[in-house]
């Protein structure tokens, strides 16, 4: 689909966030349930707001408020 994607790189990055981000964590555990070679267009994951655990923060699980999404450049000249 990308040609131009670097997978070691996105490999990289998808175990940085793992490590230091719990929500990640979740939707990555998520995403592993998924059969090997399986074609990930045959599933979705869905948010459900009424549904969160009692136990955890009341915002936690909240369902997305925005479509953006914000990416993190280390060493780069983005004065441009």
Same mark, same amino acid.
């Not at 555990?29 to 267009?41: I, K």
């Not at 707001?49 to 408020?65: F, I, K, L, M, V």
């Given at each position: 689909?990308?040609?131009?994607?670097?997978?070691?790189?996105?490999?990289?990055?998808? +175990?940085?966030?793992?490590?230091?981000?719990?929500?990640? %964590?979740?939707?990555?555990?998520?995403?592993?349930y998924?059969?090997?070679? +399986?074609?990930e267009n045959?599933?979705?994951? !869905?948010?459900?707001?009424? %549904?969160?655990? +009692?136990?955890?923060? %009341?915002?936690?699980?909240?369902?997305?408020?925005?479509?953006? !999404?914000?990416v993190?450049? !280390?060493?780069?000249?983005?004065?441009?």
């Amino acid at each position: 689909m990308f040609p131009n994607l670097n997978p070691m790189l996105v490999e990289s990055l998808q +175990s940085m966030l793992i490590e230091i981000n719990s929500y990640i %964590r979740e939707f990555k555990t998520a995403l592993q349930y998924f059969p090997p070679n +399986s074609n990930e267009n045959d599933y979705k994951i !869905v948010i459900n707001a009424d %549904r969160r655990p +009692s136990a955890e923060h %009341r915002g936690r699980h909240n369902e997305p408020t925005t479509d953006e !999404v914000s990416v993190l450049l !280390v060493n780069q000249d983005c004065d441009k």
